[in-house]
């Protein structure tokens, strides 16, 4: 412990511990310097005021040397020779620019000169580290771990942790220790731990297509067992390698449906255990619907169907052909082909078939004929080419059905351009639509058969087109100063008046002339129109 001091100044002042003085308050006398009736208490109170002040500078300065031990510790070598530790005494002078610093003298049984430490050093050597080497040994380490990411990311990317097994703790085993390395910037371990975990992953890589079969053969071993959960799992893990895989796909397809299928099976096996042959059958049938390559459902289909054959054939052959005289071909072709399901090579009910097929054929494409014929009458021949077409999808070689669609087809079309006109009678007063008016009259008159729907419309085009042809008498009168020009028909000149023949149709007539406004007025010739009088005069100056 540092020695406790007090000494008393020729100036009436007092050194307390850790250098600080205290200084005792002089006597102050009166004016009037009579003794003072106060005296006896201040003599007594003063030395009290001055022990509290020392204890609380002791106090303040042993918390101040405590705090800076905390902030400083000082490390004290032990002896050589296996001796225990020295004894430390540290001792403070008061310094003149208020720096303080520590002495340590060793175990007086060993003298030493004392050694003075700056509480701002470091009491134990750092390690000197060259910057350049370790900037180089992280970013090899960042090399590293980033070559080692990217194949992590391809093997993950195909379910690794569901097929790696051993190999895969054992990379991420590695890459925990390098990432905690680095983390600890033990750059060079973590660098060869990254390496040590990418050749890992990289044989896991090599490796996906041999566990992609395995997971394919023993996803199908599952499904043979009806163990639909192993099955899942093997072609799920399976997808996850080869995403795109056919085989794996529809195998998982199947363990979707295999509890179904499983359920059905057993179902069947109750019912023809029971001897209901029938519901057995059902049973087996709709199972292979959920799964055609389940060999369970098709072989016990195929116990079934032999000991049902006797009891069911004859009977379900008796009713279809019992149906089928009483012209209820449908259901005869129903019952024939339940019988067909029991004995799919029977020649009995191959014929018996192509019995009923036939006449449900003949039946269905009179029924098509009639209506045809019936939406002809009625010139209806979007419906009539409908029920031919479908007459061509049962048999393209029935010659009716191929000529009544080519009829139907140019009556369809003949009809279309008829209604563009009559729609449209404006489009004739172009030259070349004219013309193909005249052509469309033509041709409806050469076309069979000729209703009266279409052949009133016939009429109303010809008038249309008798129309358009008939030019109307159109006067314009000009001041002969402006020079007057119609579009479509040309430039006209100077006059005081002309007279043109104009088809029906819109025209615009425009007056030019030097220093006045130009003048633009559009007429509209109609059909069968009486004489019309337009006057062109620029009258305005500019």
Same mark, same amino acid.
């Given at each position: 412990?540092?020695?406790?001091?007090?000494?008393?100044?020729?100036?009436?002042?007092?050194?307390?511990?850790?250098?600080?003085?205290?200084?005792?308050?002089?006597?102050?006398?009166?004016?009037?310097?009579?003794?003072?009736?106060?005296?006896?208490?201040?003599?007594?109170?003063?030395?009290?005021?001055?022990?509290?002040?020392?204890?609380?500078?002791?106090?303040?300065?042993?918390?101040?040397?405590?705090?800076?031990?905390?902030?400083?510790?000082?490390?004290?070598?032990?002896?050589?020779?296996?001796? +225990?530790?020295?004894?430390?005494?540290?001792?403070?002078?008061?310094?003149?620019?208020?720096?303080?610093?520590?002495?340590?003298?060793?175990?007086?049984?060993?003298?030493?000169?004392?050694?003075?430490?700056?509480?701002?050093?470091? &009491?134990?050597?750092?390690?000197?580290?060259?910057?350049?080497?370790?900037?180089?040994?992280?970013?090899?380490?960042?090399?590293?771990?980033?070559?080692?990411?990217?194949?992590?990311?391809?093997?993950?990317?195909?379910?690794?942790?569901?097929?790696?097994?051993?190999?895969?703790?054992? &990379?991420?085993?590695?890459? @925990?220790?390098?990432?905690?390395?680095? &983390?600890?910037?033990?750059?060079?371990?973590?660098?060869?731990?990254?390496?040590?975990?990418?050749?890992?992953?990289?044989?896991?890589?090599?490796?996906?297509?041999?566990?992609?079969?395995?997971?394919?053969?023993?996803?199908?071993?599952?499904?043979?067992?009806?163990?639909?959960?192993?099955?899942?799992?093997?072609? @799920?893990?399976?997808?996850?390698?080869?995403?795109?895989?056919?085989?794996?796909?529809?195998?998982?397809?199947?363990?979707?449906?295999?509890?179904?299928?499983?359920?059905?099976?057993?179902?069947?096996?109750?019912?023809?255990?029971?001897?209901?042959?029938?519901?057995?059958?059902?049973?087996?049938?709709?199972?292979?619907?959920?799964?055609?390559?389940?060999?369970?459902?098709?072989?016990?289909?195929?116990?079934?169907?032999?000991?049902?054959?006797?009891?069911?054939?004859?009977?379900?052959?008796?009713?279809?052909?019992?149906?089928?005289?009483?012209?209820?071909?449908?259901?005869?072709?129903?019952?024939?082909? @339940?019988?067909?399901?029991?004995?799919?090579?029977?020649?009995?009910?191959?014929?018996?078939?192509?019995?009923?097929?036939?006449?449900?054929?003949?039946?269905?494409?009179?029924?098509?004929?009639?209506?045809?014929?019936?939406?002809?009458?009625?010139?209806?021949?979007?419906?009539?080419?409908?029920?031919?077409?479908?007459?061509?999808?049962?048999?393209?070689?029935?010659?009716?059905?191929?000529?009544?669609?080519?009829?139907?087809?140019?009556?369809?079309?003949?009809? +279309?351009?008829?209604?563009?006109?009559?729609?449209?009678?404006?489009?004739?007063?172009?030259?070349?639509?004219?013309?193909?008016?005249?052509?469309?009259?033509?041709?409806?008159?050469?076309?069979?058969?000729?209703?009266?729907?279409?052949?009133?419309?016939?009429?109303?085009?010809?008038?249309?087109?008798?129309?358009?042809?008939?030019?109307?008498?159109?006067?314009?009168?000009?001041?002969?100063?402006?020079?007057?020009?119609?579009?479509?028909?040309?430039?006209?000149?100077?006059?005081?008046?002309?007279?043109?023949?104009?088809?029906?149709?819109?025209?615009?007539?425009?007056?030019? @002339?030097?220093?006045? +406004?130009?003048?633009?007025?559009?007429?509209?010739?109609?059909?069968?129109? +009486?004489?019309?009088?337009?006057?062109?005069?620029?009258?305005?100056?500019?």
């Amino acid at each position: 412990m540092p020695s406790e001091k007090s000494t008393q100044s020729p100036q009436n002042k007092q050194t307390s511990d850790h250098n600080v003085e205290i200084i005792t308050p002089l006597k102050v006398r009166s004016p009037s310097d009579q003794p003072d009736s106060s005296r006896p208490f201040r003599l007594t109170v003063t030395p009290i005021l001055l022990l509290l002040i020392g204890l609380v500078v002791v106090a303040a300065g042993g918390f101040i040397f405590i705090r800076h031990l905390s902030k400083h510790p000082v490390n004290v070598s032990e002896e050589t020779h296996g001796t +225990k530790k020295s004894e430390v005494h540290v001792q403070k002078k008061p310094v003149p620019d208020a720096t303080r610093r520590t002495q340590l003298q060793v175990d007086p049984l060993t003298p030493s000169a004392p050694v003075t430490l700056d509480p701002q050093q470091t &009491m134990e050597p750092q390690q000197t580290i060259n910057p350049a080497k370790r900037a180089l040994e992280k970013e090899n380490a960042e090399k590293a771990l980033e070559a080692f990411l990217k194949i992590k990311k391809v093997i993950q990317e195909k379910g690794v942790a569901e097929w790696g097994g051993k190999e895969y703790e054992e &990379m991420t085993t590695l890459n @925990r220790e390098a990432d905690e390395r680095f &983390m600890d910037h033990m750059f060079l371990a973590a660098a060869e731990k990254y390496v040590q975990a990418g050749r890992k992953a990289a044989g896991l890589a090599d490796t996906t297509q041999a566990v992609f079969q395995r997971l394919l053969e023993e996803g199908r071993k599952a499904l043979e067992e009806g163990d639909s959960n192993i099955a899942q799992k093997k072609f @799920r893990t399976a997808l996850m390698i080869e995403p795109f895989s056919d085989p794996a796909q529809r195998n998982l397809e199947r363990a979707e449906k295999l509890d179904a299928v499983n359920l059905l099976v057993e179902s069947g096996k109750t019912h023809e255990k029971n001897g209901r042959f029938a519901f057995a059958h059902t049973d087996y049938q709709e199972a292979l619907k959920l799964d055609p390559e389940s060999k369970e459902a098709q072989k016990a289909l195929n116990r079934v169907k032999e000991r049902i054959v006797g009891q069911q054939f004859q009977k379900l052959m008796s009713d279809g052909l019992t149906a089928y005289h009483d012209g209820r071909y449908q259901s005869a072709r129903t019952q024939l082909l @339940r019988a067909k399901s029991f004995r799919p090579d029977s020649r009995e009910v191959q014929n018996a078939l192509l019995q009923v097929d036939e006449a449900i054929r003949l039946a269905k494409i009179e029924k098509l004929r009639q209506k045809a014929l019936t939406a002809e009458q009625t010139e209806d021949w979007q419906k009539a080419l409908r029920s031919y077409l479908a007459v061509l999808k049962i048999d393209p070689n029935i010659s009716f059905a191929v000529q009544g669609k080519e009829r139907a087809l140019e009556q369809i079309r003949v009809a +279309k351009r008829i209604r563009f006109f009559l729609e449209k009678p404006d489009v004739m007063e172009s030259n070349p639509q004219l013309q193909n008016a005249v052509l469309v009259i033509e041709e409806t008159e050469s076309l069979q058969p000729r209703g009266p729907r279409l052949s009133q419309r016939l009429d109303e085009l010809k008038a249309l087109v008798d129309a358009a042809r008939t030019p109307v008498k159109v006067m314009i009168e000009s001041d002969n100063l402006t020079e007057v020009a119609v579009y479509k028909v040309g430039k006209l000149g100077r006059f005081t008046t002309r007279e043109l023949s104009l088809r029906p149709g819109s025209y615009t007539v425009v007056g030019s @002339r030097d220093g006045y +406004k130009d003048v633009r007025q559009k007429i509209i010739v109609k059909p069968r129109q +009486k004489a019309m009088r337009v006057t062109v005069i620029c009258g305005n100056k500019v």
